[in-house]
Nanobody, 120 residues
């Protein structure tokens, strides 16, 4: 079993910043891709950013230049620095980890999500 726990969400004014953290624990041999997705009310879950084990990053067009994804492999943790936040960034943010377990099994694990609300 693997657990992903997100933190750092909350209420912030437009133009403000938040830093999300997702820590993975459990039967982890190696984590390949790690990423952040968001789901706004009434919408489908969509990609925000992904970082590979080699630190290559991909961002949704809507967050380029404002959000930065990073990771600490020693801590099995991924971060999302969110700057210049807009009301349209309001959503539940979910962490995803592509985990290779000690058993050799490989599968994606999701966190339970953390709510980000951007409002004045």
């Amino acid at each position: 079993q693997v657990q992903l726990v997100e933190s750092g969400g909350g209420l912030v004014q437009p133009g403000g910043s938040l830093r999300l953290t997702c820590a993975a624990s459990g039967s982890i041999f190696l984590i390949d891709n790690m990423g952040w997705y968001c789901q706004a009310p009434g919408k489908q879950r969509e990609l925000v950013a992904i970082i590979t084990s080699g630190d290559r990053t991909t961002y949704a067009e809507s967050v380029k230049g404002r959000f930065t994804i990073s990771r600490d492999n020693a801590k099995n943790t991924v971060y999302l620095q969110m700057n210049s936040l807009k009301p349209e960034d309001t959503a539940v943010y979910y962490c995803l980890a592509d985990v290779i377990e000690h058993s050799g099994r490989r599968r994606n694990w999701w966190g339970k999500g953390t709510l980000v609300t951007v409002s004045s």
